[in-house]
């Protein structure tokens, strides 16, 4: 009787140490157990288009930029002379743009002008019926911040025919102005650089 006793009781141990160690090894599972997921975020959009030109891996604009010469009593609309001065609009659609940015514009005569006098000399952001022309630097160009998802943003740049200062005389003037295969050029760069915050 005592060794059936001894049995039960053996056997009633192992299998109490045998549902310990169960139940131990289940709760300490649960701190070892690891899982995996993916984390998805949207990426921030940086798609701008130019005077309505996606430049989304483009280097050069295929759209000409054309100048506005307002008539007056002695020149007629649309000439340029020694003296004028005139303006072109680059408009600037960036309300796909996710991160603030900063925005900065180069505009300088271009090599391939026949009038080499011409000079941008001031700009406006988003004119409006008042004028409010800021000085042009030709060392830095324009350079303007902006906050993500800005409205259509527009520069009105102002040239002229620097008759003044520049350097061709009065007989160059008379020869650009005579020959047909003459052309008044600027050379428009911009660049686009999201702010770290």
């Not at 141990?13 to 139940?23: A, M, S």
């Not at 070892?32 to 005077?51: F, L, M, P, Q, Y």
């Not at 941008?120 to 902006?146: C, H, K, M």
């Amino acid at each position: 009787m005592k060794k059936k006793d001894f049995r039960f009781i053996l056997f009633f141990i192992i299998i109490v140490g045998c549902c310990l160690i169960y139940l131990f090894q289940s709760s300490y599972a649960k701190y070892r157990r690891g899982t995996s997921g993916n984390v998805e975020a949207d990426v921030a959009g940086w798609h701008i288009k130019v005077n309505g030109e996606d430049i989304m891996n483009q280097k050069t604009l295929t759209t000409t930029i054309e100048p506005v010469f307002l008539e007056s009593e002695n020149h007629s609309e649309g000439v340029i002379a020694p003296g004028v001065e005139g303006y072109y609009l680059i408009t600037i659609d960036a309300s796909e743009v996710d991160v603030p940015f900063l925005c900065q514009i180069t505009s300088d005569v271009s090599d391939e002008s026949s009038i080499v006098d011409l000079k941008t000399f001031a700009y406006e952001v988003n004119p409006t019926d008042v004028e409010n022309r800021l000085d042009y630097s030709s060392d830095t160009g324009i350079v303007q911040q902006f906050p993500k998802n800005p409205d259509v943003i527009t520069f009105k740049i102002y040239l002229i025919w620097d008759d003044d200062t520049g350097v061709m005389d009065n007989q160059a003037d008379t020869e650009v102005g005579v020959s047909d295969d003459s052309k008044a050029l600027m050379k428009v760069s911009l660049h686009f650089t999201q702010i770290n915050q």
